[in-house]
């Protein structure tokens, strides 16, 4: 279990990138552990489809993980899936530590690494597509400024 002050820290962590409800939502879990849809929307008293968009944004980020548990039916019912959501409170304050982590990859692995390591830092989870697609960004913009500075001489 996270102490007061670590659910107090990780909710202005969320709230400052990601907003208001999303801190609710992630301070919800960090207090009440794994819980279902339907309870976080009962505990937060923020609207399903909020609930969900904010969930949505969590898991992307690696913020909240997502898992399903096999629920015993009633008197002739069958087992029921019900989906869990569970707050990772390290990789919330993993945030924190991103400069330090971008420090070491720009000393140790130069600025092409650098690039890619700041899209997961950003990001949470890219795929080999994207991380192309930034680093063609990243030139497209260099050159852009490149091309201004010579024209201004």
């Given at each position: 279990?996270v ?5 107090q ?8 990138y990601?907003g ?14 794994s ?47 019900v989906?869990?959501?569970?707050a990772?409170?390290e ?5 924190l ?6 420090q ?11 690039e ?13 597509d ?8 990243i ?7 490149f091309?201004t500075?010579v024209?201004?001489?």
């Amino acid at each position: 279990m996270v102490s007061p002050h670590g659910v107090q820290l990780a909710g202005h962590l969320i709230s400052y990138y990601y907003g208001d409800l999303c801190s609710k939502v992630c301070q919800c879990l960090l207090n009440r552990g794994s819980i279902t849809l339907a309870q976080i929307v009962r505990f937060t008293e923020i609207t399903k489809d909020n609930v969900q968009n904010c969930l949505r944004v969590l898991v992307y980020q690696n913020y909240v993980q997502v898992f399903a548990l096999q629920q015993e039916g009633g008197f002739g019912e069958a087992p029921r899936i019900v989906t869990h959501y569970m707050a990772l409170f390290e990789n919330i304050i993993h945030k924190l530590r991103a400069p330090k982590f971008m420090q070491i990859v720009s000393e140790e692995l130069r600025n092409d690494c650098l690039e890619i390591f700041q899209g997961f830092i950003e990001h949470g989870r890219i795929s080999v597509d994207q991380i192309i697609y930034r680093k063609e960004e990243i030139a497209r913009r260099n050159r852009g400024s490149f091309d201004t500075h010579v024209l201004v001489m």
